[in-house]
């Protein structure tokens, strides 16, 4: 009795697809940077994009209450609930 043995050919496998490239390192990534002031006046920084409650002004906090009720449609969601209880507290200390 003889048995076949099914032999691998030593090529690669073109029918699989190759992975696709991996994403480069964020280290190796260069942002561009604003130029500094020719006048040395302070530049603002870009605010955050998810900056903390507690460290909002109010002017800041009332934005954020307008922007989530036009998102989200009621201010029941815990941001909206922290972000007026941060507003309260700002008034009562300013006062």
């Keep these: 009795m003889e048995e076949k043995k099914e032999v691998k050919s030593q090529k690669p ?7 696709p490239d991996a ?6 990534t260069v942002k561009a940077q604003p130029a500094p002031a ?3 006046a302070k ?3 870009p605010s955050k994009k998810n ?3 507690n460290q909002m002004s109010l002017k800041e906090i009332d934005a ?3 922007d989530a009720q036009e ?3 009621s201010l029941k ?4 609930r922290q972000l007026l209880k941060q507003k309260e507290l700002l008034k009562n200390s300013t006062e």
């Design 43 to 45: 530049q603002e920084e």
């Design 71 to 73: 998102k989200m449609g």
């Design 77 to 80: 969601s815990r941001y909206a």
């Design 38 to 40: 020719a006048d040395g």
């Design 51 to 53: 900056k903390k409650i």
């Design 64 to 66: 954020k209450i307008k």
């Design 13 to 19: 496998d073109d029918t699989k697809q190759k992975a």
């Design 23 to 28: 994403p480069v390192p964020a280290e190796t």
